[in-house]
């Protein structure tokens, strides 16, 4: 027996206690094993992201969307609708138009609306949900448009109105609105590492 | 203003004191204060205040070929229907064709200055209260010229003639229309004494009438102040102190020059601190010039208020007494009753804006040696000299249009016409040119001129019998008038505006000391909607529910109690509120409250009971019913009308987001984002006015419904979670 | 400036404005069409209120820029409007207005809801008009216009 050979039984032992501990640090969030860690900590990097005012405002539990860095309820008593698009004579494209209106401070993108109450990412005292919530909700494809891993990368890669979060405009006051945390290219790389670790969810 | 209508034996003001205004020939403001005796109580008579005018018709109507009768309407139409209610008036002691009938609004001249106030105003509710009686002679008189001009043609007596709308009748079946007649009419006398109808000969007045703007006002053809327009006419903003009383220490235009279509870029002095006027093709472009300023503000001589100091300063204040606005008994009585049986309140009123949905505005064309000016004016005659006084000019050199106005509530009477002079100066650099000065809603939410902040401190001895055996009453809140012209009216140093509501409550209060304390403020305040009454009725009748409560007695019966017997209004009010209500008081829902409130202000006594549920974690109004007693109601559909929405306007109030507050001099709010008033989810859902009926003069309703709605709400929602709402606006409930 | 071709109410229009000039301010000062009001500028009062392409619109805030070909009707053309007529109607019967300026913006929002929702509910109401301030609150008789008009339409 040479002495860098390493018996099977002893291998084995080894391969068990590896994955036993990727196992425990996975579902303490710990970062020792290079897998499933990324998974979690790339889903932290594109929480931090939807729960951001440019995202979250528009992903409301309530029948208003909210606006501005300290996520208010839009002004003059704005409402959902039915379809997340306001109400007759009353729509979210009463004001908001195919593109920033960077002249008069009005956002804009195509199609702007409200995601649906499948998709909120906050209580309904306007708080965001916990991380592990908002995984759960994205990661449920009979809440999330029956979307899998590869079409929530498409989403977060092309959608134009998630585009928006990284191109706000101006507001009112001409100031350029803040952006997300990360920006877009970290972005879809942190929902591609996320993906490709199997789309796990912290506990 | 209001003070000036108001009987008030109290404050020693009577409600026929009127103002006397015109222009030194040094161009200087002189405002003589005259005072007379009459009182309300006098009756009709007492409607028509000296000096005795014998006005002339042809001032006021003019007959025209093809029929029509063009009435001059004597004060700015915004809203509260005189527009339709004096030519109303006027039309019925004339027997005219109402669907002949074109109301004018009427440019600033000493004919049409108001007969009571004796200048050319709307404000204290006063429309029609002081002109029923001048547009029924008026109108009488004007009838009386088509007579004898008819009785001269026929070669028959005046008394064998009679009239039908529009047509005099004489003997045999002759015919002939006031057209007809208007000619030869004019060369009439004009009768000094007239008969007046009775009125149960009243054609109009007394009768549902509508509005004679409605359908201009829903097809988008009638012009506002902010829709005149000229050739070559010019558009002006003013980048305005950012602390009021600022002043420009330099400025960088480089920027806003280069934006196309700017004409001039200009320093101009304010009445408080200077400014920088754009002036350009359009009001965009001058915008947008007016944003690329830099300037450099001295703000170093400032007081830079905060409100959150100043409640503080107020407590204070509060805690020690003030000057006696009165003292009625023992002063001395509240401290000899057992702290048990004393109720101790403090109440907090924030700032508020008046935001007219029509933003201010001024146009004026200067040409050296006259002017024109087109403003929709609360106060034409004040405007005109201050238009005047800023060209260099006398009063009848500026010929003064008051334009249809999109609201007010009292910001367009502001004693220093600070718009008019703004509008003045940048004129006088372009002269020759007509300019319009707008105000943004911006510069109309930070600039000023808000319904003051006021504290209460109250503290009521009550008595075996539950009833109020001592009342102390403290109020801490700027004076409105003084500085102004209107400080004539103060007696004593006290602004008697401050309190009313108080002094002069239909409440048999023994034991009654109420004072005073109004500290300067660098904020300019104005005269809002119902003026003192807004924060004094909110005040006594929260407090007199509060005692009923206390007492177990119906809330309705202890206000009956506590009146005095000669509350004739209120108790009529009462009364018929009582009735007309029974029947959804007794079948409320469960999770709704009813809350009640009962007030006299401007003459006119309000009852009004509200049926409130929380939804949406804020007070929702299903409904109200008020009874009035406004003596005749000229056209009970416009008392019916301002009833239903002043009730709205009033919960502004009590809107979550419904104050004014400046930190560090600045002003907090911008736009209606941020100061927001009543929106259609926030007023009452359905509101019944019921009017007592009375031959008795008119008295003014454009106010009275504002003072009731807030306390009957907040009176409601105590019932429904046990809390007291002693600090406006309602934040959270 | 640049030339902008409009179609207001049906008819073709030109005019030359500055790109970011808002289309309210180009309704009222380069083609005098006041009816639409300035109220506040940021669109929480809705008088400045069109339709664009048959939906209801805050013109203070729309750039003429991002307009392109889509038409626009104001005020002035609801007295020619089936639905506009109707509630015009209504407005004047119920005896709506107060001070009037914000009536254009509260009946274009109306007739938009109407067009959509002819048998509105108490809610709907609220919610399709909770975007038009009146200050002088004449909303009581803008709910009972609303629905006269509602019942005229059947």
Not at chain 1, 117 to 138: F, G, H, Y
Not at chain 2, 125 to 147: C, D, N, P, V, W
Not at chain 2, 571 to 593: C, F, I, T, V, Y
Request: hydrophobic share 40%; glycine share 8%; net charge positive.
């Amino acid at each position: 027996m040479s002495s860098n050979r390493v018996s099977a039984p002893i291998l084995a032992a080894l391969i068990f206690l590896c994955t036993a501990g990727a196992v425990v640090s996975a579902s303490l969030g710990k970062y020792e094993d290079p897998r499933p860690v990324d998974g979690i900590a790339a889903w932290q990097q594109v929480y931090s992201v939807l729960v951001s005012p440019r995202c979250i405002n528009c992903h409301t539990a309530s029948n208003y969307p909210e606006q501005g860095d300290n996520r208010a309820r839009h002004f003059a008593n704005v409402v959902r609708g039915p379809a997340g698009t306001g109400v007759a004579g009353f729509r979210c494209v009463t004001c908001h138009q195919k593109e920033n209106a960077d002249s008069t401070g009005v956002p804009g993108g195509k199609n702007w609306h409200l995601a649906p109450l499948s998709m909120k990412w906050q209580d309904t005292n306007d708080q965001p949900l916990s991380s592990a919530e908002v995984c759960r909700a994205i990661t449920d494809r009979a809440r999330n448009g029956g979307l899998n891993g590869a079409a929530l990368l498409k989403h977060h890669t092309e959608e134009p109105l998630v585009l928006w979060a990284w191109s706000p405009g101006r507001g009112v006051d001409g100031a350029m609105r803040t952006l997300p945390p990360l920006n877009h290219d970290e972005f879809v790389a942190a929902t591609k590492q996320w993906v490709d670790a199997g789309m796990p969810c912290p506990k | 203003m209001s003070a000036a209508t108001k009987r008030s034996k109290d404050h020693g003001i009577n409600r026929r004191s009127f103002l006397h205004a015109s222009v030194t020939a040094a161009g200087g403001l002189l405002v003589s204060l005259y005072f007379n005796r009459a009182s309300a109580q006098e009756g009709a008579s007492a409607a028509q205040g000296p000096p005795k005018i014998n006005y002339p018709p042809d001032a006021f109507v003019e007959i025209r070929p093809d029929g029509k009768i063009v009435i001059q309407v004597n004060r700015l139409e915004f809203g509260q229907g005189v527009q339709t209610a004096l030519p109303m008036v006027l039309a019925d002691e004339m027997d005219a064709d109402w669907a002949s009938v074109v109301p004018q609004l009427a440019q600033a001249k000493d004919i049409y200055k108001d007969p009571v106030f004796g200048i050319q105003m709307v404000g204290g509710s006063g429309s029609i209260a002081h002109s029923f009686q001048q547009y029924r002679e008026l109108g009488a008189k004007t009838r009386a010229m088509l007579l004898s001009a008819a009785a001269k043609n026929w070669n028959v007596g005046a008394d064998t003639l009679r009239t039908e709308p529009s047509v005099v009748i004489g003997p045999g079946g002759k015919r002939a229309t006031y057209a007809e007649l208007a000619k030869a009419a004019t060369a009439m006398p004009v009768p000094a004494n007239v008969r007046l109808k009775n009125p149960s000969e009243f054609r109009y007045i007394g009768k549902r009438t509508p509005r004679l703007d409605s359908r201009a006002k829903c097809d988008g053809s009638i012009k506002f102040g902010l829709d005149f327009d000229q050739p070559g006419m010019l558009t002006a903003v003013v980048a305005h102190p950012p602390m009021f009383g600022a002043k420009v220490r330099g400025f960088d235009d480089a920027d806003a020059r280069r934006v196309e279509g700017v004409r001039e870029i200009f320093q101009i002095s304010l009445p408080r601190g200077s400014g920088i006027a754009v002036v350009a093709d359009k009001f965009w472009t001058a915008k947008q010039a007016r944003d690329r300023l830099k300037i450099d503000w001295d703000t170093t001589e400032i007081a830079k208020e905060d409100t959150t100091a100043l409640w503080a300063k107020y407590r204070q204040l509060a805690g020690t007494k003030g000057l006696s606005a009165l003292a009625r008994g023992d002063e001395s009585a509240l401290d000899k009753i057992a702290s048990a049986n004393r109720i101790v309140a403090e109440y907090e009123f924030p700032y508020l804006a008046h935001t007219p949905m029509e933003p201010l505005n001024t146009t004026i064309r200067f040409d050296g040696d006259r002017a024109e000016a087109w403003v929709g004016s609360q106060f034409q005659t004040f405007d005109q000299m201050a238009i005047a006084q800023t060209l260099g000019l006398k009063a009848e050199q500026v010929l003064f249009h008051t334009e249809m106005a999109g609201g007010g509530f009292g910001r367009r009477a502001v004693p220093d016409s600070h718009v008019q002079r703004e509008a003045a100066e940048i004129a006088k650099k372009l002269r020759g040119t007509t300019v319009k000065l707008i105000w943004t809603r911006e510069d109309d939410v930070r600039g000023g001129f808000y319904r003051p902040m006021f504290f209460h401190r109250v503290e009521i001895g009550v008595g075996t019998d539950g009833m109020p055996a001592a009342w102390r009453h403290v109020v801490v809140g700027q004076s409105i008038m003084e500085g102004t012209p209107f400080a004539m009216m103060m007696k004593d140093g006290i602004d008697p505006t401050v309190a009313e509501g108080i002094t002069d409550t239909q409440y048999n209060l023994a034991n009654f000391n109420v004072s005073i304390h109004q500290p300067k403020v660098n904020v300019p305040v104005l005269w809002w909607r119902s003026v003192g009454n807004t924060h004094t009725a909110y005040v006594m009748e929260t407090l007199i529910e509060e005692l009923a409560e206390r007492t177990k007695m119906d809330p309705i019966a202890y206000r009956r109690k506590l009146l005095k017997p000669d509350a004739k209004k209120l108790r009529a009010a009462l009364d018929l509120m009582e009735a007309k209500s029974a029947a959804w008081r007794q079948k409320l829902p469960k999770g709704h409250a009813v809350g009640f409130a009962l007030h006299e202000s401007f003459d006119t006594g309000v009852a009004v009971a509200v049926d409130v549920s929380i939804v949406n974690k804020r007070p929702k109004v299903h409904r109200a019913t008020v009874a009035v007693h406004c003596g005749l109601a000229a056209n009970p559909l416009t008392v019916e009308s301002q009833f239903q929405a002043g009730s709205g306007f009033g919960l502004s109030q009590l809107m979550a987001k419904g104050a004014i507050t400046l930190k560090d001099g600045l002003v907090e709010q911008r736009n209606f984002h941020e100061f927001v008033p009543p929106y259609i989810m926030d007023a009452p859902v359905a509101v019944d006015v019921h009017i007592v009926p009375s031959t008795d003069p008119p008295t003014g309703c454009g106010e009275p419904p504002v003072p009731v709605i807030s306390p009957a709400v907040a009176n409601a929602l105590s019932k429904l979670t046990g809390k007291r709402y002693r600090s406006l606006p309602l934040v959270e409930i | 400036m640049a030339k902008f071709q409009l179609t207001v109410n049906g008819q073709r229009k030109e005019v030359n404005a500055d790109p970011t000039t808002p289309l309210l301010w180009v309704l009222r000062e380069d083609l005098k069409m006041t009816g639409t009001k300035y109220g506040c500028g940021v669109s929480a009062c809705g008088a400045c209120t069109v339709h664009v392409d048959g939906v209801a619109t805050r013109s203070c805030m729309l750039p003429i820029s991002l307009l392109g070909d889509r038409p626009i009707t104001t005020i002035e053309a609801m007295a020619n409007d089936r639905v506009g007529r109707v509630v015009q109607d209504a407005w004047v019967e119920k005896d709506v207005v107060q001070c009037g300026y914000c009536q254009s913006g509260q009946i274009m929002s109306a007739v938009a809801l109407l067009k959509e929702t002819p048998r509105p509910t108490e809610t709907q109401i609220e919610e399709s008009m909770g975007g038009n301030l009146c200050r002088c609150a004449t909303y009581v008789r803008i709910r009972e216009a609303v629905q006269l008009a509602s019942q005229r339409l059947k």
